[in-house]
């Protein structure tokens, strides 16, 4: 019977050349049907072992991309999981046992079951390369490694180059998979093949944990290490919200990478999780997160020349985001003088992300300063981001238009402001979207793809296109107030000022916000992105929703007190982060979370309902990436429908009754309960 996803070829020096080609996908993953052929080919190698064997890709993207995550959608329990976990475990287990030296020749990425099961091999050769391809990210779906790695990793890296992998779920690059023994070999593209040979016919020593490392895996000594873990853990994740990784410390603490009871405690321990409410919301986020990277059609727009208007820290790190992703830039602002801050800024972002001189020098050069706006007729597409004022955002599109090439793309970084105010007087206004970044523009995933009723498709697939080119995640909104992010957000911080005026302290209002899940309270989110932005989009959002803007705000912006840009918000902030006092006597309410999270969750309902996003899944999504919202609860939405319909509008007209009618819940959720 023919292979579908694995071919086999012996060479004249008795070497068996394994190629995986998954059928039917633009990457390789490890799914049940492709383990199954891998143990035939297997048992038939161990019967009559060759030379050596070579496993390789038949992809050029990469290796393997790891187990095939559309599987763990169809597990309902963990005996189930257990099953799938055992199969994939006992065919590495083949692939370690093999009675000739076996090589896995990495071109590219090697992640999750892709990675182990090149750990499962002898040795491991890897293409020359900067790309942080090597790595085990299975925390990132609330699992650990479930096929022989987190044995593997300790018994070939050690304990504290495996942790860091496996704990952070963070990949890395050849030069120090090499460097930690994760890697044997590295060889170009053009002589991996000869290097494959060269191994098998001189097999070196494999691969071991140094010495010192073998030292903190003594059973004497793990338990010692084991609460320096948990705490480097505390720092990021709470184990109630993300056990996760606390179960990778407690595996290793328990059976020290043991061969003889490792697996078999890996393999229960991961079933487990993969059931949990965490992997599987993490898990929907993964495919979340797919979604968004899909939405657009195929354009043959060509957006290779980026020109942003407005060189502040928003529009000057657009700038400097879209010269690191490869586009040539220019900078336009008043004056040089307010061009420069922001070339200093780009600097230290092409430092911290460009190891490589050129590369570093060729970022540098891709991004010009251009006081006289002499490049608008060279853009492909024009980002405004000045400061958020109707008629000076017009005036500068009157100014814009008669340079700009006929088939350039205008849009806006707008954070509050609906287009059609803004479009009025253009030439081709349905061509005019939004493309909102957040800040900062280096850390955030998401960008909010404007359109109006009338905007052309061609315009919105440019803007997904630029968007997925520089590796951002697009959300298609409708024009309105506040868009999504800003939106959600603005309820769940104004209901932070309320409680901050009724004298609950600063701390326990963040602290509330990250017992949910949240990465940061709103108090030191207000003073993160800018009390003076904070206050903006206050005053839009009121004014077009009927809100209150909160005199504290208001104050503070009279009195300098901007958050983090200026040194002093709400905390005082010392090297770049907020101090906050370590002890509280404020009396918290019982019902603080909810009077923070629902909200939101409000907010959202109505977005869906308006009409802002018409996708509930890519609402989740958009929260989840814009805000923050805690992953592990998959999005507003989904987590309304977890803890149940009835329950969040009996908990909102509870709240209503005690602190006002905008907590009434949204007439949306009676279709939310009909779906």
Not at 401 to 416: E, F, I
Request: glycine residues 8%; proline residues 6%.
């Amino acid at each position: 019977m023919a292979n579908t996803h694995w071919s086999s070829e012996s060479d004249a020096d008795g070497i068996v050349w394994l190629r995986i080609d998954k059928a039917d996908g633009g990457a390789n993953v490890l799914s049940g049907p492709v383990l199954m052929e891998l143990n035939d080919l297997l048992e038939k190698l161990a019967s009559s072992p060759p030379k050596g064997v070579v496993i390789h890709s038949g992809k050029a993207n990469g290796f393997i991309m790891g187990a095939d995550i559309n599987e763990f959608t169809t597990i309902e329990n963990p005996d189930q999981a257990y099953e799938l976990i055992r199969l994939g475990q006992q065919v590495l287990d083949k692939l370690e046992a093999l009675r000739c030296p076996t090589v896995a020749a990495i071109n590219g990425f090697a992640l999750g079951g892709g990675l182990e099961l090149a750990m499962a091999c002898d040795y491991r050769l890897a293409f020359t390369g900067d790309r942080k391809a090597f790595g085990l990210p299975e925390v990132q779906l609330g699992i650990h490694p479930g096929f022989g790695g987190t044995v593997r990793a300790v018994q070939i890296m050690g304990v504290r180059p495996a942790m860091q992998l496996m704990l952070t779920g963070a990949p890395i690059n050849a030069a120090k998979a090499r460097k930690q023994g994760l890697v044997d070999r590295i060889a170009s593209e053009d002589n991996w093949r000869q290097a494959a040979k060269e191994m098998i016919a001189a097999p070196p020593p494999r691969q071991s944990a140094p010495f010192a490392e073998k030292l903190l895996n003594l059973p004497f000594v793990r338990p010692l290490i084991k609460p320096t873990l948990v705490k480097q853990v505390a720092r990021k994740a709470r184990k109630d919200h993300y056990p996760a990784p606390y179960a990778i410390i407690d595996l290793w603490a328990k059976y020290g990478a043991s061969p003889k009871s490792g697996y078999e405690a890996e393999a229960r321990s991961i079933a487990e999780l993969m059931c949990s409410d965490t992997s599987r919301n993490l898990v929907r986020v993964f495919f979340l997160q797919n979604q968004l990277k899909s939405q657009g059609n195929k354009t043959d727009a060509k957006i290779e020349h980026v020109h942003v208007v407005g060189a502040g820290v928003m529009g000057g790190d657009i700038a400097a985001w879209c010269a690191l992703r490869g586009l040539d830039v220019s900078l336009q602002d008043r004056e040089m003088k307010y061009i420069e801050p922001a070339l200093e800024r780009a600097g230290k972002l092409f430092s911290k992300r460009i190891r490589d001189d050129k590369k570093r020098a060729a970022a540098t050069a891709r991004l010009v300063a251009d006081p006289d706006a002499n490049h608008v007729k060279d853009a492909d597409l024009i980002i405004e981001a000045i400061f958020e004022d109707r008629d000076a955002k017009r005036e500068l599109y009157a100014n814009l238009q008669p340079s700009m090439k006929d088939a350039a793309l205008l849009a806006t970084n707008t954070s509050s402001i609906r287009l059609e105010e803004l479009r009025e007087g253009l030439e081709q206004p349905e061509r005019f979207i939004g493309l909102h970044f957040f800040n900062p523009v280096a850390q955030m995933m998401i960008v909010e793809v404007i359109r109006c009723e009338d905007t052309t498709q061609e315009a919105l697939d440019a803007g997904f296109a630029f968007v997925k080119r520089i590796g951002k995640l697009p959300l298609e909104c409708a024009s309105a107030p506040g868009f999504v992010v800003n939106r959600i957000l603005a309820p769940y911080m104004a209901e932070a000022m309320a409680l901050i005026d009724s004298g609950v302290a600063l701390q326990d209002i963040d602290k509330a916000a990250e017992r949910f899940g949240m990465p940061m309270g709103p108090v030191e989110l207000i003073d993160s992105v800018g009390i003076d932005v904070a206050l903006n989009v206050s005053k839009v959002l009121g004014a077009a929703m009927n809100r209150p803007v909160p005199e504290r705000l208001e104050k503070m912006v009279a009195g300098g007190q901007l958050g983090r840009k200026s040194g002093q918000g709400f905390y005082a902030w010392e090297g770049n982060k907020p101090n906050k006092p370590t002890e509280s006597h404020s009396d918290v309410p019982g019902d603080i979370e909810d009077r923070l999270i629902l909200p939101m969750v409000n907010e959202a309902v109505a977005c869906l309902s308006d009409g802002v996003v018409n996708d509930p899944d890519l609402l989740d999504a958009g929260v989840i990436f814009g805000t923050g919202f805690a992953p592990f609860r998959g999005g507003p939405i989904n987590y309304a429908r977890d803890r149940g319909i009835d329950d969040v509008t009996a908990s909102l007209k509870t709240l209503a009754s005690h602190y006002g009618s905008h907590f009434e819940p949204h007439a949306g959720f009676s279709a939310l309960k009909n779906d």
